[in-house]
């Protein structure tokens, strides 16, 4: 969501290499020719976050995106092409406590730390609702936060303010169980409309964040930013460092 943009060694070979993808992605299709994100080795941040072969609670992996990944989340003219984001699938705990599967897309550089905060949110027992690809709703913002969905790269404008570019336009922005975690928007709308019974936040059910919770301890450590601290709540959103 977001109302402006802020800041934006004894590890496993196999491990490295499964989340220290940066060889270029298949460009969507229509997409017009850009730098490929460097094939260099592992960035440290990245490499420091990375866990032995099989030890990884979330079982975290990347792969470069496909056409069909993006299908209505990118297009010619976005500020990230598809050649610099990846998937991060990864498994999370849901509100029923069964463990599923699910992804997010974020670009290059942040693969590491994504793996990291979710990891460590998954230890401490946080709950997500569902993480799935945005392109189950055609990119609509609105009705993924209806959905409850977390998610992360969608490039459009900020709901509420379509004069400003979404930082999830970037792939460095990350929403966590939406509906839990309301918006207010510029506009003075809260969003979305079933989840205004969590503006309250002295309410303690499953998936809601506060700035005590794991996952913002993790995020702000790393640089990025809680949009619950903004005078516009942003209960859902995250920014990476």
Known sequence: MARSLLRGGGLAAAALTTLALTTTAPAASGSTPERAAPPASAPASLAASAVAAGTDPIRATARPVTAADVRYTWRSGCPVGPSRLRVVEMNFRGYDGVVRRGMLIVRWDKVGQTAAIFRAAYLAGFKIRRMDNPNKWYGS????????????????????????????????????????????????????????????????????????????????????????????????HFELG
């Not at 709901?159 to 979404?166: H, I, K, V």
């Not at 059910?205 to 930013?225: L, N, Y």
């Open 141 to 236: 913002d609105t009705e993924m936060m209806k959905a409850d969905n977390t998610s992360a790269f969608n490039c459009r404008r900020v709901t509420g303010n379509s004069s400003r570019m979404s930082p999830h336009s970037y792939g460095t922005a990350i929403d966590v169980n939406t509906m839990h975690n309301p918006y207010k928007a510029a506009n003075g709308v809260w969003y979305p409309p079933n989840g205004t019974r969590w503006i309250n936040r002295n309410l303690r059910d499953p998936g809601m964040i506060w700035g005590s919770s794991t996952i913002t301890k993790q995020v702000v450590s790393r640089g990025g930013v809680w949009g619950g601290y903004w005078s516009y709540k942003d209960y859902q």
